[in-house]
């Protein structure tokens, strides 16, 4: 069974630009769920969507964080603009709705 | 609200002793927990949790953590270590609301040192 996909592995833009990460969950995963995870610290939770709902995206700065999840499969969390702070590693993780989840190998964020 | 707290972000033990990585917890409601293992580079992969029933519960690797609810506590032990533990060690707590679990509150984590 194929684990969490996500893509691109690593990232390095200057400030100021638009980027976009994107998540696969594993297949029938109802809930996903996208993280950010600073240097040194645990992952802290941005949104997360239940099929194509998004249930709580209180932790989301929408100001500049936009994530979709139109079919209810893969998803999509975008930044616009970035800023240096941004730099950070993002995980996504996706749940049969048990508790457990399970990560993707996250993107590596570095903003110039 | 939720939080997590592990002790000491660095441990250090020799190969062959024993690992006690402390974590404890605030929860307002029955909550589940959870031990993740995170190497250089990866993604988190899950030791072990607990959600109702036994409360010392075994994981892979040799891990294992036991429930005290008395002490609010999930602590995470290993009988003897070795060189492959070095890695970063993460405590997690999750309730139920909306139809599924919500999303995990981390500790900060605490970084496991194996010295040969």
């Known amino acids: 069974e194929a684990g969490v996909v996500q893509s691109p592995r690593y990232k390095i833009i200057e400030k100021k630009q638009p980027v976009a990460f994107w998540c696969n969950p594993i297949?029938?995963?109802?809930?996903l769920y996208w993280y950010l995870q600073n240097l040194g610290q645990g992952p802290e939770l941005l949104i997360r969507?239940?099929?194509?709902?998004?249930?709580?995206d209180s932790q989301l700065p929408k100001d500049r964080f936009s994530a979709e999840r139109l079919k209810g499969v893969d998803s999509t969390l975008k930044i616009q603009p970035a800023e240096l702070g941004d730099s950070a590693v993002y995980l996504c993780?996706?749940?049969?709705?048990?508790?457990?989840?399970?990560f993707g190998p996250g993107t590596r964020l570095t903003v110039l | 609200a939720q939080s997590v707290t592990q002790l000491g972000s660095h441990v250090s033990v020799s190969e062959g002793a024993l690992v006690l990585l402390r974590c404890n917890y605030s929860s307002s409601v029955p909550p589940y927990l959870f031990w993740y293992v995170q190497y250089p580079n990866q993604g988190l992969q899950l030791l072990l949790k607990y959600t109702t029933g036994a409360t010392l519960v075994k994981g892979i690797n040799g891990f294992e953590a036991e429930f005290k609810k008395s002490e609010t506590s999930f602590h995470l032990t290993k009988p003897s270590a070795h060189m492959s533990d070095a890695a970063e060690y993460f405590c997690?707590?999750?309730?139920?609301?909306?139809?599924?679990?919500?999303?995990?509150?981390f500790g900060k984590g605490t970084h496991l040192i194996i010295q040969p």
């Open positions: 969507y239940e099929n194509e709902e998004a249930v709580d």
């Open positions: 297949s029938g995963h109802n809930t």
């Open positions: 997690a707590v999750s309730t139920f609301s909306g139809g599924g679990a919500d999303g995990l509150t």
């Open positions: 993780a996706s749940s049969l709705g048990t508790g457990q989840q399970f």
